[in-house]
């Protein structure tokens, strides 16, 4: 993998971007085409990408399979969460008018918090599911 | 013929070509990548009708991760298909035929693309796009129908997902033979 400058440079130079893209989608999902999931491959696959061209051991590093297995957890622990908050202050479950204010605040709180659980947990299973499939020996 | 359905045509075509090409071909790697160009494609059909969201997923689901996650798995299995042993062809044949033949059939009572009188138009749908600007309050009603109308479905998805990693986790494991300062170390 040493050898491929070409590779290595182009793959330094998209990784940002593609993070950063991912943050996009997953934070103006709320004006335009995206979301929590889409959001989530995205940010696998830049991920991805890097592990593809730098190797996975310098993945695996950065992003330890045990931290990725708690994170994907609590992305839905995070959606679940939100609803429970509704439940205690009075509303029916994942009814977001009542976490703020007014109803339209609460509706935007609680569509990002949830769709950010959505991105955690997709982007770390993902993640997790591709270092399960490469992380072996040929033939275990 | 308008422009939209030339490129429709293009695009079915394009996919049929390729369905086929899927069916035909031994190599499992040149499978895998035209399966990512048939995602593409459909993502492509999606942007046509409008679909901006479906068409997103698409995209980065379809074409994107899930031919990395084939193209990892190939990595554990065979390249190339075995050959196929089965004698007598008929029978499938007729079985295909007849499931083809009757999804031909249940075609004919679909609305028309984009009819308004279509039932998937006359049930929920008037409520949330009457209602979603001053319920809600945000631009894009797919978010709020995802996120807010349908929070159960799409809490109900997350977890799938979830689970469909806790699975591949108990079947696959995360057992790694690492080289680390020259010595094979096996971590967990």
């Known amino acids: 993998m040493l050898h491929h400058t070409v590779l290595r440079v182009i793959a330094k130079l998209l990784v940002p971007v593609i993070l950063l893209f991912a943050l996009y989608v997953q934070f103006h999902g709320e004006y335009s085409p995206g979301g929590g999931f889409q959001a989530g491959v995205i940010f696998a696959s830049g991920i991805i990408l890097y592990a593809l061209v730098f190797g996975l051991d310098d993945t695996m ?5 045990g931290v990725l297995k708690i994170l994907s957890a609590s992305g839905v622990l995070l959606y679940a969460g939100v609803g429970l908050d509704t439940l205690l202050l009075g509303g029916n479950y994942l009814d ?3 976490l703020a204010d007014s109803p339209t605040h609460g509706q935007h709180l609680g569509i ?3 769709e950010l659980g959505v991105g955690i947990t997709v982007a770390s299973t993902m993640l997790l599911l591709y270092y399960a499939f490469t992380g072996r020996e040929q033939g275990q | ?3 939209d359905h030339a490129i429709d045509i293009l695009l079915l075509a394009f996919m049929a070509v390729i369905a086929l090409a899927v069916v035909r071909l031994r190599d499992l790697f040149g499978v895998a990548m035209l399966f990512s160009v048939f995602s593409l494609l459909s993502a492509g059909v999606f942007t046509i009708m409008d679909a901006a969201d479906v068409a997103f997923t698409e995209a980065a689901v379809g074409a994107g991760i899930s ?5 990892a798995t190939l990595t554990r299995t065979a390249r190339e298909e075995k050959p196929n042993v089965s004698r007598n062809p008929a029978l499938p044949l007729i079985v295909v035929s007849i499931t083809g033949a009757m999804l ?21 749908a008037p409520r949330y796009i009457e209602d979603s600007p001053s319920e809600i309050g945000i631009p894009n009603m797919v978010t709020s129908v995802l996120a807010s109308y349908r929070g159960y479905d799409t809490l109900g998805e ?3 997902i979830f689970t469909a990693g806790v699975a591949v986790m108990a079947l696959l494991g995360m057992r790694r033979t690492r080289r680390r300062n020259g010595q094979r170390k096996d971590t967990d």
């Open chain 1, 96 to 98: 977001y008018d009542w």
């Open chain 2, 67 to 71: 031919t990395i996650l084939m193209l």
């Open chain 2, 104 to 124: 031909v059939f249940g075609t004919s009572d679909i609305p028309r693309f984009g009819d308004p009188q279509a039932p998937v138009h006359q049930h929920v």
């Open chain 2, 1 to 3: 013929m308008s422009l």
């Open chain 1, 112 to 114: 990002f918090l949830v």
């Open chain 1, 61 to 65: 590093r950065a992003l330890p399979p």
């Open chain 2, 158 to 160: 997350t977890t799938v």
